[in-house]
Nanobody
Framework: QLQVVVSGGGLVQPGGSLRLSCAAY????????MGWFRQAPGKEREGVSC????????YYADSVKGRFTISRDHANKTVYLQMSSLNPEDTGLYTCAAERVTLASYRCSNFETRYDYWGQGTQVTVSS
């Protein structure tokens, strides 16, 4: 069946870097937008970044612009989130999700209700 497998989380010091991976099984990145989400303790889940299958356009939350970079590798059917200059506010449970492309969703979005398949999540903790 369709599956999204997330990996790469861990403990990192402030100012450090971490790369998360999201592997797709049973579907193609060519017709699915891919998004990254996170949820900090006591807060709602928020969209961090996404990449569109249609034109490769990207979205970044204001809080991560300039520090995070999303990319995709079609050959390996994997999407990455490279995180740099991490701070304690980046701590949270990160997960990846896939959205089937339709004419009404030409570009990806940060709305979690738009996504169809979700990974299990991986914990990212930024602390000294």
């Amino acid at each position: 069946q369709l599956q999204v497998v997330v990996s790469g989380g861990g403990l990192v010091q402030p100012g450090g870097s971490l790369r998360l991976s999201c592997a797709a099984y049973g579907f193609s990145l060519h017709d699915h937008h891919m998004g990254w989400f996170r949820q900090a303790p006591g807060k709602e889940r928020e969209g961090v970044s996404c990449i569109s299958s249609s034109d490769g356009s990207t979205y970044y939350a204001d809080s991560v612009k300039g520090r995070f970079t999303i990319s995709r590798d079609h050959a390996n059917k994997t999407v990455y989130l490279q995180m740099s200059s991490l701070n304690p506010e980046d701590t949270g449970l990160y997960t990846c999700a896939a959205e089937r492309v339709t004419l009404a969703s030409y570009r990806c979005s940060n709305f979690e209700t738009r996504y169809d398949y979700w990974g299990q999540g991986t914990q990212v903790t930024v602390s000294s």
